[in-house]
């Protein structure tokens, strides 16, 4: 077994090097590369997947603007 199939070891897919966990990584979980200082996501954990972070703010605003979200949470915002 190679070192990257570990399960607490990933890839960065900007350079390459190996992005080590102290536990085993939970999805969506976050990590900065240590060569390239990529800020990374954790998308699969068997084995360990990583991509780079985004700025998904955008995305965030829409799903508080949606009317599903407002009518679900009514009685929280009042």
């Known amino acids: 077994m190679s070192m990257a199939q570990s399960?607490?070891?990933?890839?960065?897919?900007?350079?390459?090097?190996?992005v080590r966990f102290k536990k085993f990584p939970f999805m969506g979980q976050l990590a900065t590369c240590r060569r390239c200082s990529a800020q990374l996501e954790v998308v699969r954990k068997a084995p360990v997947a990583l991509r780079l972070k985004t700025e998904n703010w955008e995305e965030d605003i829409e799903v508080f603007e949606s009317p599903k979200f407002n009518q679900r949470h009514k009685r929280v915002w009042r």
């Open 7 to 18: 399960k607490n070891i990933g890839l960065c897919p900007d350079c390459g090097e190996e």
